[in-house]
């Protein structure tokens, strides 16, 4: 049954950095899970509302879109859809299209991310048992290019949602050091650590057999926290501060700050940052430049490169009038590690109906890349499957936002944890 919702949206006073409203959100936003939920309201301190929140508020993770201080928070839960199997990105983006459609928008909505908002993140298979997920939040708190605002959604049966006013004086404090975020104690996963290896050996005696060109494996961790439910806004406050020119995200329990941007749809023009091909920083700025020279002329990084820019320019093409490929890459350094970095740009194609495609739509045509699956894809896929001895869930599936347009951003959920 499709929700009936009214969006409101206005203009809002936020901190500099929109990390710290997570800081300042204590009050409102639980620690997730069934457990964390059940906390009684007199053990949270802080408040955003000088008022009553608004429904659907109280105790609930933080749903987390966030580069460069900019982005969406959101909190709450209006509406939220489930989907598995091949189809799961076109049943998530014509759920979405009808929700918009039936909906009412009071307030601005000319801006990319404006008005109705839904969060995702969507399982790496077709044949995941992890269900993919649209969520609609109660309450968005953005700040995206050089605009902030906040947005309400309320049923068409309750009264419309109160629009908080920004508590000014509220300074929250510094994002926590590394050494005050959870512990947590590894265990093993699917596969021990000491029988990858022999794992990794299979994958290149297929490679070599000729079955593929490049397959991408990803061993399973678990860490189990030694303290309770884990809290994820410390860990998103010090990922967005550590970590700022990746995309912080927290949809469904699912957090984490990746570098690669899967795809942007905005205005008519079609975004994908290509990341394939990396070191390890080390040492002076001296010696990270001469590791960064190296990997630009390593050939073995640049023909994994080039691999993972050819699959986005082939998912691209049907959706494009032209697009825009460098012929050389760059190289993005990151705090830790540094990568061979294509940003692929095109203006999209209006189809028959004259719409332009949606970001859903560009999302899952693109997933999965030769950059977090392999090539050929299909056959990649495949092993990964026999091999890796776990289901990946939604990790290194896509994950982002949705706006009432179509317009979006969708990362790939690398460097990330899945909370139980």
């Given at each position: 049954m499709l929700p009936n919702l009214t969006f409101t949206t206005a203009a809002?006073?936020?901190?500099?950095?929109?990390?710290?409203?997570?800081?300042?959100?204590?009050?409102?936003a639980g620690t997730g899970g069934a457990q964390r939920r059940q906390a009684s309201t007199a053990e949270r301190s802080g408040r955003v509302f000088p008022g009553p929140a608004p429904n659907g508020i109280d105790g609930t993770e933080p749903l987390v879109w966030l580069r460069r201080g900019e982005g969406f928070i959101g909190l709450?839960?209006?509406?939220?859809?489930?989907?598995?199997?091949?189809?799961?990105?076109?049943?998530?983006?014509?759920?979405?299209r009808a929700v918009v459609s039936r909906g009412r928008i009071v307030g601005p909505a000319e801006q990319p991310g404006m008005g109705p908002l839904a969060f995702g993140a969507f399982a790496f298979s077709s044949t995941s048992s992890?269900?993919?997920?649209?969520?609609?939040?109660?309450?968005?708190?953005?700040?995206?290019?050089?605009?902030?605002?906040i947005t309400t959604a309320s049923n068409a049966d309750e009264p419309p949602a109160p629009l908080p006013t920004w508590v000014a004086d509220a300074v929250p404090p510094r994002p926590p050091p590394l050494a005050q975020l959870p512990a947590l104690h590894e265990q093993p996963g699917p596969v021990a650590a000491a029988e990858w290896p022999a794992v990794v050996r299979r994958a290149i005696a297929l490679i070599e057999a000729g079955n593929l060109e490049k397959v991408v494996l990803a061993r399973s961790v678990l860490g189990v926290s030694g303290n309770g439910p884990i809290d994820p806004r410390p860990v998103l406050r010090f990922l967005a501060d550590r970590y700022r020119d990746t995309w912080t995200?927290?949809?469904?329990?699912?957090?984490?700050a990746t570098p690669e941007l899967l795809v942007r749809s905005s205005r008519g023009l079609v975004t994908s940052r290509?990341?394939?091909?990396?070191?390890?920083?080390?040492?002076?700025?001296?010696?990270?430049?001469?590791?960064a020279a190296a990997l630009a002329r390593s050939s073995k990084d640049l023909?994994?490169?080039?691999?993972?820019?050819?699959?986005?320019?082939?998912a691209l093409e049907p959706f494009v009038e032209e697009l825009s490929v460098p012929e050389v890459p760059s190289v993005l350094h990151l705090p830790n590690v540094m990568h061979l970095a294509t940003e692929v740009v095109g203006e999209l194609k209006r189809a028959g109906s004259g719409r332009l495609p949606g970001a859903l739509s560009l999302a899952g045509a693109l997933h999965p890349s030769a950059a977090v699956c392999g090539t050929p894809v299909g056959a990649a896929a495949d092993v990964i499957g026999q091999l890796e001895g776990h289901d990946r869930g939604r990790y290194s599936g896509p994950v982002g936002w949705i706006d009432?347009?179509?317009a979006g951003e969708w990362g790939i959920a690398l460097r990330c944890a899945q909370l139980s």
């Open positions: 809002a006073d936020l901190p500099p950095r929109l990390a710290d409203v997570l800081g300042i959100l204590d009050g409102r709450g839960e209006a509406a939220r859809l489930e989907a598995t199997g091949p189809r799961r990105f076109q049943v998530a983006e014509d759920w979405w992890a269900p993919s997920v649209l969520v609609i939040p109660r309450l968005v708190v953005a700040r995206y290019r050089g605009r902030q605002w995200f927290s949809v469904d329990g699912l957090i984490g290509v990341l394939a091909g990396t070191i390890q920083r080390s040492g002076s700025d001296e010696a990270n430049l001469a590791r023909e994994e490169h080039e691999f993972a820019v050819a699959s986005v320019v082939a009432a347009n179509g």
